[in-house]
């Protein structure tokens, strides 16, 4: 008998090397190398390539097309996300830290379509069925006809799908828990979690059911296992949140049939997740209008406009090497508008240590943010309070110059709508419009001077600010 043939692959990213290390040459995870058989399955070594194989019929790239077919679940934040509803024969992964409440949000969707009449199949490999149902009475979904099962093997899954009547959405909770016998290896690992995935997807595509896979992911917040599972679904969506806050992000991150970097907003309640109808009347929630450091940023997360707000503390450093800590947004990003006000705009900040945080556990991804940066860190450095009821948004150029950015209509009309009065950002052309007015900069050193002087005015007690 054939000695079957091994490899190690790294648990982490996936690469194979020819003998046992310590630390990956990949990914540079350590103890992240494992011995798989790969005589077998999806990623065995090359086989004898079989004589005839069956030609397929080509066809011209201009012809008719059909709208995909979508389930919508009725959470409204969730079909946002997914480009409005599941759509039929698709394979979505979920991933989040643990506890975040991907369980519980897909429970919800679940029971949701099935009380419009849809065949829902819930398949969990981490939890008995009592723990689900007793979940589900929690939440107040024990009479959703839902179909649970408890278990791991991918070929009993897919017999079970395939015994009674097509399913419209199969949940699998998680893709990390599930092995099958085309792999020798042990379950979660990468040749099993591939192989099982592409089996999955295999059965979406021919049965036209909606898969909604699980994963985990690891301490870098990334969905663990190969990113080739990540290419062969057709939405990738994060599941976001802070324990210390109750609410929570769901991020779309990939999507073949929607939009991507579109997010859904829930909070945590006792019931579940709720929907946030206005995410922006959230962040601003308990919002100290009055304290330095404050400011207002106006961005956009997909297609929606979001106000949040950026806290800056700029304080005395007693060591050689000044504090950097940074919340929400992009550490290299504070670093590059530290160095344009150090360079560009003469201000000594550098020796400082320096905290920046995006209050309510938002993380910010946009360019746009460092006008809001900047000037957060200015009214904290000069101890100015910022106007209240003022917005800022726009990118900083390395030159010190600012930039307008796209949406600026959006997000305009959702600061005014929530009652804010000006905004502050770079050359629209756009200037007062129905009483809300645009104050607009072409340069940075010439908004930092207005906050600086504000600054110096309040220290004497004379002017107000603007």
Same mark, same amino acid.
């Given at each position: 008998m054939a000695k079957a043939k091994s490899a190690y692959v790294c648990q982490s990213c996936g690469t194979a090397h020819v003998r046992w290390q310590g630390r990956c040459e990949g990914c540079g995870e350590w103890?992240?190398?494992?011995?798989?058989?790969v005589d077998s399955g999806v990623g065995a070594g090359p086989k004898m390539a079989t004589a005839g194989g069956r030609p397929v019929a080509l066809v011209p790239l201009s012809g008719e097309t059909e709208t995909?077919?979508?389930?919508?679940?009725? +959470?409204g934040e969730l079909d946002r996300v997914t480009?409005?509803?599941?759509?039929?024969?698709?394979?979505?992964?979920?991933?989040?830290d643990p506890g975040i409440g991907k369980s519980t949000l897909l429970l919800q969707a679940a029971a949701a379509l099935a009380n419009q009449g849809k065949r829902v199949v819930y398949v969990s490999g981490e939890e008995a069925?009592? #723990?689900?149902?007793?979940?589900? #009475?929690?939440?107040? +979904?024990?009479?959703?006809?839902? #179909?649970?099962?408890?278990?791991?093997?991918v070929e009993i899954i897919l017999a079970t799908l395939q015994a009674g009547a097509a399913p419209d959405l199969v949940i699998i909770d998680s893709i990390q828990t599930l092995w099958t016998d085309r792999v020798d290896s042990a379950p979660g690992t990468v040749t099993q979690v591939r192989t099982s995935a592409q089996a999955l997807t295999r059965f979406a595509k021919k049965s036209g059911a909606a898969i909604v896979l699980v994963g985990h992911v690891t301490k870098d917040g990334q969905i663990a296992g190969p990113r080739v599972v990540e290419h062969m679904v057709d939405a990738v969506l994060y599941f976001e949140g802070d324990s210390s806050h109750t609410f929570r992000i769901l991020r779309g991150v990939k999507n073949r049939y929607g939009a991507t970097d579109e997010i859904g907003v829930f909070e945590m309640t006792t019931l579940g997740l709720s929907e946030v109808a206005n995410p922006s009347a959230l962040f601003l929630d308990q919002r100290d209008t009055d304290a330095?450091?404050?400011?207002?940023?106006?961005?956009m997360e997909g297609t929606r406009p979001v106000l949040c707000e950026i806290q800056a503390l700029v304080a005395p450093s007693p060591l050689g090497t000044p504090r950097r800590a940074v919340v929400g947004w992009d550490s290299s990003r504070l670093s590059m508008v530290l160095a344009v006000l150090e360079t560009r705009c003469g201000v000594r900040i550098g020796a400082n240590d320096i905290y920046l945080n995006v209050a309510g556990g938002l993380k910010v991804n946009e360019p746009a943010a460092d006008l809001a940066v900047a000037a957060a860190l200015i009214s904290s450095l000069t101890n100015s309070p910022l106007p209240p009821e003022t917005v800022f948004f726009g990118e900083i150029s390395l030159a010190g110059g600012v930039r307008p950015v796209v949406h600026a209509a959006l997000r305009l009309r959702e600061a005014q709508k929530l009652g804010f009065k000006s905004a502050v950002t770079g050359k629209l052309g756009a200037g007062d419009g129905g009483g809300?007015?645009?104050?607009e900069y072409s340069e940075l050193a010439e908004l930092i001077g207005k906050i600086a002087a504000r600054g110096r005015q309040s220290a004497t007690g004379s002017g107000q600010p603007d």
């Open positions: 103890n992240s190398v494992v011995e798989e058989l995909a077919a979508r389930v919508t679940t009725g +959470l480009g409005g509803g599941f759509v039929m024969g698709s394979a979505v992964l979920v991933g989040g069925v009592a #723990q689900v149902r007793l979940r589900a #009475q929690r939440l107040g +979904l024990g009479e959703a006809n839902v #179909q649970l099962a408890a278990e791991t093997n330095a450091g404050s400011a207002v940023f106006a961005g809300f007015r645009v104050s």
